[in-house]
């Protein structure tokens, strides 16, 4: 068996980004990971590829396949999205927090897609930021955003951005 391999063929463009992402991703997959920029220029179709990508069992060698990626569409165990145009609340958070209770089920990591992190409300930000100062090992936080400013500095600071 070979290293997984990693790659985004999937993500048109972005080239800068592949090439400073992927380096990290391979070198230590999880973390707390900030997506910013412009509305509508794939920021939420880059987070889902690379939600997929680090669930894959996949290796080098072999065809993917695999029991994860062909669940991901259909509910991953070990992937979690809240947000996208709702405000995100403390009891999105909440069933954040649950999810990280639990080890993985299919793959060796979980994964948390936070989308428009920007409309999260203080109350909620505070909550998720105690999950954030010490994520578990071998989970991945993803928050999507094309306003940044409007996400608390604490939260910020705990974030690699992108």
């Known amino acids: 068996m070979g290293e997984k391999e990693i790659t985004l063929d999937k993500v048109i463009g972005h080239e800068d980004f592949k090439g400073a992402f992927l380096p ?10 900030l997506f910013y920029g412009p509305a509508s220029v794939g920021k939420r179709t880059t987070a ?17 396949g695999c029991i994860s990626c062909k669940q991901f569409d259909k509910g991953h165990p070990d992937f979690l999205c809240v947000g996208g145009r709702e405000k ?3 009891a ?10 639990t080890t993985p089920f299919l793959s ?8 428009d992190a920007h409309i999260m409300t203080v109350e909620a930000a505070n909550r998720l930021l ?7 090992l071998n989970y991945s936080f993803f928050l999507i955003t094309s306003n940044p400013q409007a996400i608390i500095s604490t939260i910020l600071s705990r974030c690699i951005r992108y």
């Not at 105690?130 to 578990?136: F, G, M, S, V, Y």
């Open 130 to 136: 105690k999950l954030l100062e010490e994520p578990p």
């Open 48 to 64: 889902f590829e690379v939600a997929k990508m680090i669930l894959c069992k996949k290796e080098l060698e072999e065809k993917c």
């Open 88 to 90: 995100i609340k403390v």
């Open 92 to 101: 999105d958070v909440d069933s954040i927090i649950e999810f990280c209770t």
């Open 108 to 115: 060796d990591s979980k994964i948390i897609i936070i989308d």
């Open 24 to 33: 990290r991703l391979k070198s230590y997959p999880a973390g707390v990971y």
